[in-house]
C-alpha cells in the first residue's frame, strides 16, 4: 500500500451505506471513475484490503468514499463501518478502466454506481451533463445511494428502477435486454457499466446484441 491517511467524517447515507471522508494523501492522484484499494491500518488487517471509488473531486483536499456494509459475507467492509473518527487507513495507487470518454449513458446497480456517480461530478461543462443519461438499479427506494443529487443533477434522465420493492417515480423492473431497449436510443453512445460482476455480464452482452461497439462500453477490465 503506498499512502497512509485518517478518517476525519463518517456517517450513514443509507441504511447500510456510509460515508468517509478521509485525509489526502501527498502526491495521491487519481482520474474520477478509478478505485483504490483501501485497509485497516492495524495489526493483522494491513493486508486484508477491498477496492472502493474516491467519489469527491478530483482536487479536493479530502477524499470521500461511499462504502456499503455487506455483514454476512465482507468482515472489511463491517469492521471499516465500526470505526471512529481518526482511525488510520491506507491507500493503493488509483487503477482501473472506467474513466471519463464523453456524454452517455451511465448503467448501474446497487453500490456500483459509485465509479459512475465520481464520474458526473466531475463533468463541468452543463452541455455535456445535458447529454448523459443514468440507469440506475436497486433493491428498494431506500437502497438509492445520493437520489437527490443524480435527480437535481439529471432531471428526468434519471432513471432509477427497483427490483424488490418499488414507489412511485420508479420503475418496477430489471435493467436487462427489454429495458435497456425502452431507455437507449443511440447504439453509437458511449455506455459505462458497472455493478455486481453477474449484472456487468449481462448488460455488457445485451448492449452488444443491440448493435453497441465493444469499444463503445466502458467496464472495468
Known sequence: MEYSTEIL????????VKQFIVRRPEGFAYDPGQGVEVAVDADGRRE?????????????PTLEFLIKVYPERDAVTEELHSLKPGAALLLSQAFGTITYRGPGTFIGAGAGVTPLL???RHIEDPKEVEECTLLFSNKTPADVICERELRHLLGDRCRLTCTHRSAPG?????????????????ASRTHYVCGPPGFVTDV?????????????IVIEK
Request: hydrophobic share 35%.
Open 48 to 60: 486484508d484490503a477491498r477496492p472502493f471509488t474516491p467519489t469527491s473531486p478530483r482536487d479536493a
Open 118 to 120: 465520481a464520474i458526473l
Open 170 to 186: 420508479y420503475d418496477d423492473r430489471r435493467i436487462d435486454r427489454s429495458y435497456l431497449e425502452d431507455n437507449i436510443g443511440d
Open 204 to 216: 455488457a452482452g445485451a448492449l452488444r446484441d443491440m448493435g453497441v461497439a465493444t469499444d463503445g
Open 9 to 16: 467524517h463518517m456517517g450513514f447515507i443509507t441504511h447500510d
